[in-house]
C-alpha cells in the first residue's frame, strides 16, 4: 500500500480526512472503529487499482449506479462549485440527499486544496496539476469508481469562462453605444 495516498470517509453529515493515520488512543474510539476497519477493507481492495497518478480514495456508503450518475454529473458540471451545479441531482435523489451534499463539499474541498497547492508551487518551482483523480469506494456494492475532475486555475470555472465580471474599461472622453461601438 502506498502511503501517499489519502483515504476520506463520506458519511451522511461530515467527511473524515486521513483515517489511516490516526494511532494510539484514538483508534479506540467506538465512533471511529467502524470507519477504521472500513478504511483497512477499503485500503486492500484498491491495491490494485492504484497508480502514480492516484492520491486519494474515498469511501461512500451509497449505491453504486448514484455513485457513478453523481460522478459523471460531477465531472461534466458547469459552475463554480460541484456543490452548487449539482443541486439538481441532489433533489431528484433525495433519499440520499444529505450524503449526496456532504459528498459534493468534500470534493470542493477537495478542489480548493489542489488549486492552494498550484498557486504555491506556481511561485516556486513546483510543478502544477491540472486534474485530481479520485478512487470512489461505494461500500454497499463493493465497488470503485474513478472520478477526475479538473482543476481551475486563475477565477476561472470548470468550462474556461470567467466566473468574474467583466471589467468596463472605456477610454475618457469617448461614448459608446450598447454594443460597445464608438
Request: glycine share 4%; with cysteine; charged share 30%.
Amino acid at each position: 500500500m502506498s502511503p501517499d495516498l489519502e483515504y476520506i470517509y463520506v458519511d451522511t453529515d461530515q467527511f473524515y480526512l486521513n483515517l489511516d493515520k490516526i494511532s494510539g488512543k484514538d483508534r479506540k474510539d467506538p465512533k471511529l472503529k467502524p470507519l477504521l476497519k472500513l478504511v483497512t477493507k477499503t485500503q486492500l481492495k484498491a491495491d490494485p487499482f492504484i497508480t502514480g497518478e492516484l492520491h486519494n480514495i474515498l469511501a461512500i456508503d451509497l449505491p453504486f449506479p448514484i455513485v457513478r450518475e453523481f460522478n459523471s454529473e460531477a465531472m461534466f458540471s458547469n459552475g463554480p462549485s460541484i456543490a452548487n451545479s449539482t443541486v439538481d441531482f441532489v433533489t431528484k435523489h433525495a433519499k440520499y440527499r444529505k450524503t449526496l451534499k456532504t459528498f459534493a463539499m468534500c470534493l470542493d474541498f477537495l478542489l480548493r486544496r489542489c488549486e492552494e497547492t498550484n498557486a504555491k508551487s506556481s511561485h516556486g518551482s513546483g510543478t502544477k496539476q491540472s486534474m485530481v483523480s479520485i478512487l470512489v469506494y461505494a461500500q454497499p456494492d463493493d465497488r470503485f469508481d474513478l472520478l477526475t475532475l479538473e482543476i481551475c486555475s486563475d477565477a476561472r470555472s470548470k468550462n474556461g469562462k470567467s466566473t468574474e465580471p467583466p471589467q468596463a474599461n472605456p477610454s475618457k472622453g469617448s461614448k459608446r453605444d450598447r454594443n460597445g461601438r464608438r
